[in-house]
């Protein structure tokens, strides 16, 4: 893996939480139309640097960690346990 595809890997890493806090509470099916352009234009960044492959499951991972965070949040904030 390159310098750059594994800077564009942590920069996800660092965000993912972000993302799934600003989707918490929100409904599935407009996380999942707003996260289907995110992750069609991450591939678009990848591709040419990191290959179609592994580009595809680099943004799948993130795409999946993004959706396991927002349900956490929700199921958190549903027991009160969210300020």
Do not use: H, Y
Not at 27 to 48: G, H, K, V, Y
Not at 55 to 61: E, F, H, L, Q, S
Not at 72 to 77: M, N, S, V
């Amino acid at each position: 893996m390159t310098f750059e595809v594994r800077d564009f890997v942590n920069m996800l890493i660092d965000t993912a939480e972000d993302v799934a806090i600003a989707e918490s509470g929100k409904p599935d099916a407009e996380t999942s139309a707003r996260l289907d352009q995110l992750a069609c234009q991450l591939r678009e960044q990848l591709n040419p640097v990191a290959g179609p492959e592994l580009a595809g499951r680099i943004v799948d991972g993130f795409i999946a960690t993004i959706w396991g965070a927002k349900r956490e949040r929700e199921a958190l904030a549903a027991c009160g346990l969210l300020n």
